[in-house]
């Protein structure tokens, strides 16, 4: 700061007063204040920058290791399969393995290698994306008695035994699979009757009857054909229809080959051949599966003439 000093004489001319700086004034200090605030927004900056940092890498931890759980792997391993002689190779990719996160139908299976037809053990593939994989499929000789069955009417109260079933009778055991009413038949209606059959080495098979069982004893049966399909209907000494009218499709091979295909597909009796379903009976004689089921038909009359009417009117031959 500069001192002036003024000279108090009379006539002195004050533009010629001299200035005489004080050099020994120390400058002037920061504002320690200043410095406190600088000190304040730095550390502040820093803490935000590190929260940012720890907020970008946990979002990326977040998301890598979200992608992780979601990830599925794409795997598929096959299984070694065993079917019965003659059984019908299925063309359903997933009935042969287990296939995960793997769409199967981009997937490719080959079978050309497997004769259903021929016991044996035959090697199978699956081709998915580029990874290739073999299992094996063993074809277990189907046992086959070739016994022909038959359909028996029975009136309520009346029994049947197992060997009546079979048309010609080798020298084999018979006996039913389950306890029923056999010894004396209650239950109106159609049903299939499985029988075991053992010969004298130990081998089982079993076979199927039809049994259809009426409230009372029958006068006749008249069978209806049209082709392939045969109306059978029972009459009562009145000559009046008793229960359902049976529905009996028939379907003929040209080889036992052929009906030995369709033979090893019957399911506890029962099966479907050109959409008609019921309980299968084989006639190794005539080459020959017959499916029998109970028909639903109100529009059928009840009497011996109208029915036969009936049919004969719907081109059937009685």
């Not at 081709?127 to 189907?142: E, H, L, N, R, S």
């Not at 079979?166 to 499985?194: C, H, I, M």
């Amino acid at each position: 700061m500069a001192t002036f000093f003024r000279d108090n004489s009379i006539g002195t001319d004050p533009t010629n007063v001299p200035v005489i700086e004080n050099l020994d004034v120390a400058p002037k200090a920061k504002n320690e204040n200043n410095k406190k605030n600088d000190l304040v927004k730095k550390i502040i900056f820093t803490v935000v920058v590190v929260l940012l940092m720890l907020g970008v890498a946990g979002g990326l931890y977040f998301y890598l290791n979200l992608g992780q759980k979601n990830k599925t792997t794409s795997s598929f391993t096959l299984n070694d399969i065993d079917i019965p002689q003659g059984q019908v190779l299925s063309s359903n990719i997933n009935d042969y393995g287990t296939f995960t996160g793997i769409d199967v139908s981009t997937c490719e299976i080959d079978l050309s290698g497997v004769d259903n037809l021929t016991p044996g053990s035959y090697s199978y593939s699956v081709k998915c994306f580029k990874t290739t994989k073999q299992a094996i499929i063993k074809v277990i000789a189907y046992n086959n008695f070739k016994l022909t069955t038959k359909i028996l009417t029975r009136k309520v109260g009346s029994s049947v035994v197992a060997t009546s079933f079979v048309e010609q009778k080798p020298d084999y055991t018979y006996s039913f699979v389950e306890n029923d009413d056999y010894a004396n038949l209650q239950r109106v209606g159609l049903r299939v009757v499985a029988i075991d059959v053992q010969d004298k080495d130990n081998n089982h098979q079993t076979v199927y009857g039809v049994l259809n069982v009426i409230e009372n004893d029958y006068l006749m049966m008249m069978d209806c054909r049209k082709d392939n399909n045969v109306q059978r209907v029972v009459f009562d000494y009145n000559n009046t229809k008793m229960g359902k009218v049976i529905d009996i499709y028939e379907v003929k091979y040209e080889n036992e080959e052929e009906l030995l295909k369709n033979v090893i597909n019957i399911n506890n009796g029962s099966i479907t051949l050109d959409n008609h379903t019921g309980f299968a009976l084989i006639d190794y004689s005539k080459l020959q599966i017959r499916i029998f089921s109970a028909l639903e038909d109100s529009s059928i009359p009840n009497s011996y003439n109208e029915i036969r009417n009936y049919y004969i009117n719907n081109s059937y031959t009685c």
